[in-house]
């Protein structure tokens, strides 16, 4: 499977995200994009279609989470846009995440990836235990989660780069994993808890990083892109 690194275009406009995108114009391997929340709920589907006909791929990491009918419908508008990847919460159920497929799907049996999200990267062992009344570890719950996923027939999961070991474990090698919080050795932790490096997320096994402030707020967003790939790709 090709590892990639996804950016995470977290801006509230179009024209904020054109201007950034418009700095890897020249670049010969075209970053993979992460459409989230904040960018399509203020740009709508345009956003995606306009970011699609730059070439680029899309991750649009909306995080379905309803009734199984509804995300069945929701995705099968979504569908219509043709993206490479797209999420739901594994919460859901797996019920929830089988319907999903079937909305997701084509008619010539096509689909973008879908992963589903375990356990928020924010949700502590503690809170879920007192708040959502889960008396397992949290990463038991995580694993309990990816392999629903994998029951459901989805692709992989979103998880910490320092969980994808055990997800793989879990549900074999070629179960995806994407992973967030990841951090140059040299740089910014921000509001991340449990980062790692691109370097190190690639030895554990992620097979696609997200990666937003490191290359979105770098100085030189193009070399901190290129130092991404080279670490956790080449
Ligand atoms: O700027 P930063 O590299 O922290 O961005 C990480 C991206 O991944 C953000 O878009 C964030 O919403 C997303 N994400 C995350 N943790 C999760 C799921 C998604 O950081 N568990």
Same mark, same amino acid.
């Given at each position: 499977?090709?590892?990639? %690194?996804?950016?995470?275009?977290?801006?509230?406009?179009?024209?904020?995200?054109?201007?950034?995108? &418009?700095?890897?114009?020249?670049?010969?391997?075209?970053?993979?994009?992460?459409?989230?929340?904040?960018?399509?709920?203020?740009?709508?589907?345009? #956003? %995606?279609?306009?970011?699609? @006909?730059?070439? +680029?791929?899309?991750?649009? &990491?909306?995080?379905? +989470?309803? #009734?199984?009918?509804?995300?069945?419908?929701?995705?099968?508008?979504?569908?219509?846009?043709?993206?490479?990847? *797209?999420?739901? +919460?594994?919460?859901? *159920?797996? &019920?929830?995440?089988?319907?999903?497929? =079937?909305? $997701?799907?084509?008619?010539? !049996?096509?689909?973008?990836? $879908?992963? @589903?999200?375990?356990?928020?990267?924010?949700?502590?062992?503690?809170?879920?235990?007192?708040?959502? $009344?889960?008396?397992?570890?949290?990463? &038991?719950?995580?694993?309990?989660?990816?392999?629903?996923?994998?029951?459901?027939?989805?692709?992989?999961?979103?998880?910490?780069?320092?969980?994808?070991?055990?997800?793989? =474990?879990?549900?074999?090698? !070629?179960?995806?994993?994407?992973?967030?919080?990841?951090?140059?050795?040299?740089? =910014?932790?921000?509001?991340?808890?449990? %980062?790692?490096?691109? =370097?190190?997320?690639?030895? #554990?096994?992620?097979?696609?990083? %997200?990666?937003?402030?490191? #290359?979105?707020?770098?100085?030189?967003?193009? @070399? @901190?892109?290129?130092?991404?790939?080279?670490?956790?790709?080449?």
């Amino acid at each position: 499977m090709g590892k990639d %690194v996804i950016i995470a275009c977290d801006f509230s406009s179009a024209a904020e995200t054109f201007a950034f995108l &418009d700095k890897f114009k020249d670049e010969s391997r075209k970053p993979f994009v992460k459409i989230g929340m904040e960018l399509y709920y203020a740009e709508g589907p345009s #956003i %995606v279609r306009e970011i699609k @006909a730059r070439g +680029h791929k899309i991750f649009l &990491d909306l995080k379905l +989470h309803d #009734i199984p009918n509804t995300v069945k419908k929701a995705m099968s508008v979504l569908s219509n846009l043709d993206v490479d990847m *797209t999420n739901l +919460h594994a919460a859901g *159920t797996i &019920d929830m995440m089988k319907a999903a497929i =079937e909305g $997701l799907t084509k008619p010539d !049996g096509s689909r973008p990836i $879908l992963i @589903a999200v375990t356990q928020l990267t924010s949700t502590s062992e503690e809170r879920m235990q007192k708040e959502l $009344l889960i008396n397992a570890s949290i990463n &038991d719950t995580i694993v309990k989660y990816a392999q629903n996923t994998k029951a459901a027939g989805l692709d992989g999961v979103v998880c910490s780069p320092l969980e994808a070991g055990m997800v793989k =474990e879990a549900c074999g090698n !070629g179960f995806i994993t994407v992973t967030p919080g990841v951090r140059f050795a040299d740089g =910014e932790v921000g509001d991340q808890v449990r %980062v790692t490096t691109p =370097e190190r997320a690639k030895e #554990i096994g992620s097979d696609y990083i %997200v990666v937003g402030r490191p #290359i979105t707020q770098a100085e030189n967003p193009v @070399a @901190a892109y290129r130092r991404c790939v080279a670490e956790f790709v080449d």
